[in-house]
């Protein structure tokens, strides 16, 4: 059974600074990671999906990658009071066909 | 470019009921696949359709069947339902069975009394 692991926070950042939201799994043989965001009540949005080992930038999100040490991130730059939500890492599971999410990190930007 | 949809939004049941949720995938996907997601948990897979046929599973009991229609529409059936089903219910359409890229409908809320 694949474990994916977050911290649930609140992760409280004043708007403006870099928030970073961090992740592990457990499957050395993971080869896809996405990031998805949740706001409350509402259902999950993909906003990251990385493959390789490094860096993915897409506008003020960053994700970032290391499989050496099974760790996956996701840096939100110039944050923004809009950028509060959960924020849910997720793992293709051994069958390749379901997702395994970890629990979410709830992410609090103070105007 | 039509999103996923799933209906009915909300809906409340008592204990022992059944219960069908409905799901469109986006334009264009032809695999479905629904979680449960209780209250501060992320959604756990239930199972995945692909080809009218369910092609994976995850951990939950008979109770929870589905089934796929041509169109690549999708049901979620749940039998003699549990105060614990209680829960967001959550369609996700993708492409040729895989995880990649997988699109969440709106949910349905279900509330068990």
């Known amino acids: 059974q694949k474990e994916v692991e977050q911290n649930s926070g609140p992760l409280s950042v004043p708007e403006g600074a870099i928030a970073s939201l961090n992740c592990t799994y457990s499957?050395?043989?993971?080869?896809?990671f996405f990031w998805y965001r949740q706001y409350s009540g509402k259902s999950p949005e993909l906003i990251m999906s990385?493959?390789?080992?490094g860096d993915k930038e897409d506008g003020r999100f960053t994700a970032q990658l290391n499989k050496a040490s099974q760790y996956v991130s996701l840096l939100i730059r110039d944050s923004q009071p809009s950028d509060s939500a959960t924020y849910l890492c997720?793992?293709?599971?051994?069958?390749?066909?379901?997702?395994?999410f970890g629990s979410g990190t709830r992410l609090q930007v103070q105007p | 470019d039509a999103g996923v949809t799933q209906s009915p939004t909300h809906l409340i049941k008592t204990r022992g009921q059944q219960v069908t949720l409905r799901c469109s995938p986006k334009?264009?996907?032809?695999?479905v696949s629904w979680y449960q997601q209780a209250l501060g948990q992320g959604p756990q897979f239930i199972f995945q359709?692909?080809?009218?046929?369910?092609?994976q599973r995850g951990n939950f009991p008979d109770r929870f069947s589905g089934h796929q229609f041509p169109n690549y529409s999708s049901e979620l059936n749940v039998n003699a339902l549990l105060l614990g089903d209680s829960a967001l219910y959550l369609c996700?359409?993708?492409?040729?069975?895989?995880?990649?890229?997988?699109?969440f409908g709106p949910g349905t809320r279900l509330t068990v009394l």
């Open positions: 334009s264009g996907h032809d695999t």
């Open positions: 996700a359409s993708s492409l040729r069975g895989g995880p990649d890229t997988q699109y």
């Open positions: 997720a793992v293709p599971d051994t069958g390749r066909r379901a997702l395994t």
């Open positions: 499957d050395r043989g993971s080869q896809s």
């Open positions: 359709y692909y080809e009218e046929e369910e092609r």
């Open positions: 990385i493959y390789s080992n």
